[in-house]
Every structure is written in structure tokens, then in C-alpha cells.
């Protein structure tokens, strides 16, 4: 069975990518290169210490003198690497402003298209017609104000007046409406006053007389 799943297409390769990316593999050539000079300079500068150490001057200065030309190529190859560099980095960076630039012209021409669309006089014609409606609708609120009794106008605040305290009574919580043991709830009766036994009465003893006379 075929797949119906469309494969997503390829990015087109432009001659512009192509050409960065050519630059981009010679830079790479150049690293390699460079590389490759500088492990040579390390190994004349070896050899000419060898020979030094062995009594060959002669030898030992051929070898400085082999380092010496390989190291002039070096430096070209750096500055060759340089500015390779530099014209990747403004061919890069021109790519990216002629973006910018497709940018705005597209979008240029879009405000273009939207401006034609709502020219300045359909808008004055609305914004004309829009203050007409705003007069219109003014004179009706005043007519009707003004054949209005005073009766009708405080019949119509009291009516308001409702409706705003009926919005804030359903705005309110719901009181709890009480449950039927406390409305079925008995009533206290008066406590009786406590009857203390006459055996807890304290006795009064009687004191004698002073002109009682007194037995022999």
C-alpha cells in the first residue's frame, strides 16, 4: 500500500547559500592547512635545536630558515582565513537585510491594499454619520425628559430604587430559617424558690431578764 503522508518538501538551495557555503569549505581548507604549517614550524624549530646540540650550525640554520618560510605562509594563510571570514559574515548579514527589506515591502503594500479599502472620505462619511446618530438620539432623551410629569419621574425613581434593592437583597446571603426542634422547643419554667427545713433554722436562745430576781 502507497502512503498518502505528503514528505515535507526541501529547503531550495539559492546561489546565495551556495556561495556561503563555498566559502565556508575553503575556510575549513585554510584551518586544515594552517594546522599543517604550524606542526612543521614546531618540527623545524626541533631540528634546529638537534643540530645545534650536535655541533651542526649550518644545518641548524637551514632548519631555522625552512621555519622562517613556513611561517611567512602561515601568516598569509591567517589573513587569507580572515577574510574569508569577513566576506562570509557581510554576505550572511546582506541576506538578512534584503529579508528585513522583502519584509517591509510586503507588508508596505498590505497597509497599501487596507488603505484603499477605508479611504478618508468613507471615513469622514462615518464618522459624519455617526455624530448625526449621537444628535438624533440626544433630542429623543430630551423630548422625552422633558413631557414627562413630575409624578411619572418620581414613579419612575421609586421603581429604580426597587429594582437596585431587589439586586442587592440577591446579591445577600440566604439566612438559615430555623429547624423544627428549636421551634418546638419547650419553654423553661421559673425555678422554685428552695424551702429550707425549720431542724436547719439556727434556735434563739432567750436571754434572762435583768429585773427577774434571782432564786435563793
Given amino acids: 500500500m502507497g502512503s498518502n503522508s505528503s514528505k515535507p518538501k526541501a529547503a531550495k538551495i539559492t546561489a ?6 563555498d566559502l565556508k569549505v575553503q575556510r575549513d581548507r585554510l584551518r586544515q592547512y594552517n594546522k599543517k604549517l604550524e606542526n612543521v614550524v614546531t618540527k623545524e624549530t626541533e631540528n634546529a635545536k638537534k643540530h645545534l646540540a650536535k655541533g651542526e650550525k649550518q644545518r641548524a640554520l637551514l ?3 625552512r621555519k622562517k618560510f613556513q611561517e611567512g605562509l602561515l601568516e598569509k594563510t591567517n589573513l587569507q582565513m580572515t577574510n574569508l571570514d569577513e566576506l562570509t ?3 550572511e548579514q546582506a541576506m538578512v537585510e534584503k529579508q528585513v527589506f522583502e519584509g517591509l515591502a510586503a507588508g508596505n503594500q498590505v497597509l497599501k491594499e487596507l488603505q484603499k479599502e477605508m479611504s478618508l472620505s468613507d471615513v469622514e462619511k ?3 454619520e455617526t455624530a448625526d446618530a449621537i444628535a438624533y438620539q440626544n433630542e429623543i432623551d430630551e423630548l422625552l425628559s422633558t413631557r414627562l410629569s413630575e409624578a411619572e419621574v418620581e414613579d419612575i425613581e421609586r421603581e429604580l430604587d426597587a429594582l437596585v434593592e431587589a439586586e442587592m ?3 445577600l446571603p440566604a439566612v438559615p430559617a430555623p429547624s423544627t426542634r428549636e421551634l418546638e422547643a419547650p419553654e423553661e419554667e421559673p425555678e422554685e424558690e428552695a424551702v429550707v427545713p425549720v431542724a436547719q433554722k439556727k434556735k434563739v436562745k432567750s436571754k434572762p431578764a435583768l429585773n427577774e430576781p434571782m432564786l435563793a
Avoid at 16 to 21: E, F, M, N, R, T
Fill in 16 to 21: 546565495h547559500d551556495k556561495a556561503i557555503l
Fill in 63 to 65: 632548519a631555522l630558515r
Fill in 89 to 91: 559574515f557581510s554576505i
Fill in 126 to 128: 462615518l464618522m459624519d
Fill in 169 to 171: 437583597a440577591a446579591k
